[in-house]
């Protein structure tokens, strides 16, 4: 069976980066009716946070990522805290110790020191240079004699290559000679994380181990490790980084990195989750398939879908997914409120810029309509003058921007203005230096644009809207960008706003014609 694990350390919050490790192997773990478990890594004492481990369990709770074993769910391979696993740790390296894969290391930590000092002058690698691996047996007894301080090194055999395939990179190997003797377990008896976390992942049978890029480096001594040990190691798979827009690693001084953050700004945790998972994950398939529950993701995820490289962590990306999902549940909502009404009712969620949900008898065929705009409309209403709201087009044009209004209903007023009252704007928005709209092009289009749009009556359907423009990019064979550019900007007179079809179907046909008109009279003044 399959078993993987997730083990943090409770030292506060959990990281965004965190809760993608947990999901994915949990993810991993379900998608083949295996088994995730929790372990608490809290053997560096000094990074410790009272109350951590429990909040950590609550978030993952939270999240749905409920684990089979764990602190709070025993089973038959606990504790799973590690500081109340010490005494095996022990019996492991008193192991390594007797098999000439350890040796104990009395350095001081002055004598440390000057190694470093040294190294950087001489411009070496920072390594331990391994003095006490060659200590005799006399040096070694007359220092435990003297209750000398020590740490229990690893052997690493510079000559020799240590290879293993990763489940996301590939076959991957290291030269031991640049691989530094690790600490295995410090001055204090307590074990570090190479120790603990290969004797824990043997002992809980995990057969897959996931985890962040930044371990790849590590995963040559804990393979020597098994090695001496005996045993068979699982198998590796060391997903992405997640960084920055620019590219740096994510961290809290470009944004927020725990989860605890964004759940107070209010994201759902369905949104949070969907966005992590595709941090790396592509599920391939249509561009349009972004939006899976945890369920939906279980039954997609691979791990030979996981990319290699970094992925970007873009906020305006997970407000996106925030808003797909409070569309979704309030949809879901909706359903069972209409079941209850009449079990045999249909519901139909509605297109962008349509009024109304549908609910259809399917015995009677008889349709009744709940207005969507309703929730939207009192949402921002007391933002928003009076004179626009006795505007038919008000109702339609909130349904255009209907993710800034949940997002920030207080500028409601601002995002529509121009529907009611387009100001003047600058002749030089009708073109577009990267879109290669040019004022000849500009002319050209909303010319074409408005011969369409004046030989169409029905303005109240965007898709006939569409129709037509498309017609005209085809007729003038241009890109799209080169005809919607200059006429959303003739419509709006703004910089960023809806796109063309849902501004020209809230303005209609006689205020959209007019201020195409106008625009074209800007650019004749140029000619």
Known sequence: M????????????????????????????????????????????KRFVEGAQEHLMEMLHWAGLDYDEGPNKPGDCGPYVQSERTALYKKYAEELLEKKAAYRCFCTAERLDEMRKFQEANKQAPMYDKHCQYLSEDEINENLKKNMPFVIRQIIPSAETIKFTDLIRGNVSFAGKTIDDQVLVKSDGF???????????????????????????????????????GWTPPEFAHIPLLLNKDRSKLSKRQGDVAVEEYVKKGYLKEAIINFIALLGWNPGGSEENEIFSLKELVDSFSLEKVHKAGAIFDIEKLDWFNWQWQKRLFNEKLAALAKEIDENVQITSPKKGEFKYEFKDKESEEVFYIKRTDELKTLCDKYVHEDFKKDEKYRKAILTIEEKILKEPEKTENYIKFYFDQKDYNIALLTHEKMKVDYPTAKKALENACKKLDSLDDFDSQAQIQNVLMEAITELQLKNGQVLWPLRAALTGEEFSPGVFEVAWVLGKEDSMKRIKNAMEKLEKLS
């Open 2 to 45: 399959i078993r993987t694990r997730f083990a943090p350390s409770p030292t506060g919050y959990l990281h965004v980066g965190g809760l993608r490790t947990a999901l994915y192997s949990y993810l991993f773990a379900k998608s083949h009716n295996g088994q995730f478990l929790l372990r608490i890594e809290d053997t560096d004492q």
């Open 191 to 229: 074990p570090t994380y190479h120790l603990a976390n290969v004797v824990d992942d043997h002992l809980m049978n995990i057969t897959h181990v996931i985890r962040g890029e930044e371990w790849l480096p590590s995963t040559p001594k804990h393979i020597l490790l098994y090695q001496a040990f």
